[in-house]
C-alpha cells in the first residue's frame, strides 16, 4: 500500500482559548493534506477523569502535533502540569512522532493571550525549552504562517516516518494480504490440479495391483433344485468363476453413482456371476445330480439356481476396488437406526464409469429391441 492511498490521523495539541483561531487554520490545512485531525475541543480537558480518554485517542492516531504560544494551559491537580504539557509527555513516552510549532516571539501577544503570573510563565519558559532541546521546531508569528509550516512540515514528517494510517476499505490490501492471497490462489491451483488427476487416474502404486481385464476366482456356494419322478431334490457346492475386474467394477458402478448399501452391491455381483456363467453351473448341477444319485436329469428337470458369495471373496473385491481408487465408504449423514455400511464412487470411479458404461458413437445399433433383449441377458438367472 502506498503513502499516497493512505490517511493519516494527527492529535492537535494545545491550548484552548488563545489559540481558536490558530487551531482552525491548522485543521484546515491538515485536511487539505488528506490527514484526519483530532484533538480535545470537544471534550476539554478541565479534569483528570478525561486523561484515559486523552491518553485513548492519542494511542489511536498515527501523529501528534503541538502548537504552544502564550499561554500554558489548565493544570492538572494530580500532576501540577498543564494538560497540554500532560499530552506531550505521553506522546513522547509512547513513541509517537511528534511536530513542534512555536511561537517565535511572545512579546509580540496582546497581554490577554499570556500568562499573568510569574510562576505559570516560568511552567511555560520550561514546558517550550523541554520542546526545543528534545524535538525539531519550528516557530511562527501568525496563524497564516503557522498554517503554512504545518503545510510544508507535515508532508516531509510522513515520508520522514511512515505510519499505519488509513485506507478505504476497497483499498486495504497490504503487502501481507496480497501474499495471503497469492499463497491462497497457488494452493487452489494445486488442489484443483489434484482433483483434475483424482478423476483421471489411479492412485499411486494401483498399477502393481490386479486390475483391468486381469482375473479374479470368484468363490460361491451354489444349490441347484431338480426333480426326478415326484421329488423335489438338490444339491450344494462351491464354484469358482474367474471374473474380470472390469466387469465387476461395472456391473456394480451404476448403482454407486449417488451411493449403495453393501449387501445390495454383494447381491448384485452375484447375479451379475449367476447370469454369466449360469450354464457352466447348470451343467454342475446336472453332473452332480448323476454322480451323487445315479439319476439322469435334463433342463427340464431343473428348478431354482441360487448362488452366494463367500464372505472372504465379496470382501476381497470391496478392498481391491478401493485399493484400485474406484470407491469409497459414503459419508453421508443418516439416521442411528440406519447401521448399514453404504459405498459411493470416488471421482476416479466416476471417470471409469463412463469409459465403461458409457454408450459409445461407434457402437452397434440400440433398437428398443436390442437394449430389452441386453437386459434380460443381463438380469435373467
Request: charged share 20%; no cysteine.
Given at each position: 500500500m502506498s503513502a499516497d492511498q493512505k490517511r493519516y490521523e494527527v492529535f492537535l495539541s494545545s491550548t484552548y482559548g488563545d489559540l481558536r483561531e490558530a487551531r482552525q487554520r491548522v485543521t484546515m490545512t491538515l485536511l487539505e493534506c488528506d490527514a484526519f485531525p483530532t484533538g480535545m475541543e470537544i471534550f476539554p480537558a478541565t479534569d483528570d477523569d478525561a486523561w484515559t480518554l486523552i491518553c485513548r485517542v492519542i494511542d489511536e492516531c498515527d501523529y501528534y502535533?503541538?502548537?504552544?504560544?502564550?499561554?500554558?494551559?489548565?493544570?492538572?491537580?494530580?500532576?501540577?502540569?498543564?494538560?497540554?504539557?500532560?499530552?506531550?509527555?505521553?506522546?513522547?513516552?509512547v513513541g509517537k512522532p511528534v511536530m513542534g510549532f512555536l511561537h517565535g516571539d511572545l512579546g509580540e501577544l496582546k497581554s490577554d493571550l499570556c500568562e499573568d503570573t510569574e510562576e505559570r510563565r516560568t511552567m511555560l519558559k520550561d514546558f517550550r525549552e523541554k520542546v526545543q532541546k528534545s524535538k525539531h521546531v519550528k516557530y511562527w508569528r501568525s496563524s497564516e504562517e503557522l498554517a503554512g509550516q504545518v503545510a510544508l512540515s507535515y508532508n516531509k514528517f510522513v515520508r520522514s516516518f511512515p505510519a499505519t494510517g488509513w485506507v478505504r476499505a476497497d483499498k486495504a490490501v497490504s503487502n501481507e494480504s496480497l501474499k495471503e492471497l497469492l499463497d491462497a490462489k497457488s494452493r487452489i491451483e494445486e488442489l484443483e490440479a489434484a482433483l483434475r488427476k483424482a478423476k483421471t487416474s489411479a492412485p499411486a502404486g494401483s498399477e502393481d495391483l490386479a486390475q483391468g481385464s486381469d482375473k479374479f476366482g470368484a468363490v460361491c456356494q451354489v444349490r441347484g433344485e431338480y426333480r426326478t419322478e415326484s421329488l423335489l431334490r438338490f444339491t450344494e457346492f462351491w464354484y469358482s468363476m474367474d471374473a474380470e475386474w472390469d466387469d465387476l467394477f461395472a456391473t456394480v458402478a451404476p448403482q454407486l453413482l449417488q451411493e449403495a448399501e453393501e449387501s445390495s452391491l454383494r447381491k448384485r455381483i452375484e447375479e451379475y456371476l449367476l447370469d454369466g456363467f449360469l450354464q457352466e453351473i447348470v451343467d454342475e448341477?446336472?453332473?452332480?445330480?448323476?454322480?451323487?444319485?445315479?439319476?439322469?436329469?435334463?433342463?427340464?428337470?431343473?428348478?431354482?439356481?441360487?448362488?452366494?458369495?463367500?464372505?472372504?471373496?465379496?470382501?476381497?473385491?470391496?478392498?481391491?476396488?478401493?485399493?484400485?481408487?474406484?470407491?469409497?465408504?459414503?459419508?453421508?449423514?443418516?439416521?442411528?437406526?440406519d447401521t448399514g455400511t453404504y459405498w459411493t464412487l470416488t471421482p476416479y470411479g466416476e471417470s471409469r464409469t463412463i469409459q465403461l458404461r458409457a454408450i459409445k458413437k461407434e457402437d452397434p445399433d440400440r433398437s428398443a429391441f436390442h437394449a430389452l433383449e441386453e437386459f434380460m441377458n443381463r438380469n435373467n438367472s
Open positions: 502535533l503541538l502548537v504552544i504560544a502564550g499561554k500554558y494551559g489548565s493544570i492538572s491537580s494530580k500532576s501540577g502540569l498543564s494538560y497540554t504539557e500532560m499530552e506531550y509527555d505521553y506522546a513522547v513516552s448341477v446336472i453332473a452332480r445330480a448323476k454322480a451323487d444319485r445315479g439319476v439322469i436329469i435334463t433342463i427340464a428337470n431343473m428348478g431354482n439356481i441360487t448362488m452366494s458369495l463367500v464372505d472372504d471373496t465379496f470382501g476381497t473385491i470391496l478392498v481391491q476396488l478401493r485399493a484400485l481408487g474406484l470407491i469409497q465408504r459414503s459419508e453421508r449423514k443418516r439416521s442411528v437406526n
